[in-house]
C-alpha cells in the first residue's frame, strides 16, 4: 500500500509540473511589455488629473448654476 501511495504522489507531482507552461519570455518582450505599462500609467495619471480637472469645473458650473436660478427666481417678472 505504501508503494501506491508513493507512485500515486509522484503521478499528481508530475501531472503538475507538466501542466505548468514552462515558456519562457524573451527580454526584448519583456522590455517592450514594461515600456508599454509606463506608457500605460502615465497615460492613467493624466487622465485622473484631467477627470479631477473636469469634476472641479462641474462643481463651479453647479455653483454658478444655483446662484443664477436664486437670482432669476428673486427678479419679477414683467407682465405686458
Avoid at 63 to 72: C, H, K, Q, S, T
Amino acid at each position: 500500500m505504501k508503494r501506491h501511495i508513493k507512485y500515486l504522489t509522484l503521478a499528481l507531482l508530475a501531472l503538475m509540473m507538466a501542466s505548468c507552461d514552462s515558456a519562457t519570455v524573451s527580454r526584448a518582450d519583456y522590455d517592450a511589455l514594461v515600456a508599454e505599462k509606463q506608457d500605460l500609467q502615465a497615460e492613467n495619471d493624466s487622465l485622473q488629473f484631467e477627470l479631477s480637472s473636469l469634476k472641479m469645473y462641474v462643481d463651479y458650473l453647479e455653483e454658478e448654476n444655483g446662484e443664477l436660478v436664486e437670482e432669476l427666481e428673486r427678479t419679477p417678472v414683467d407682465r405686458q
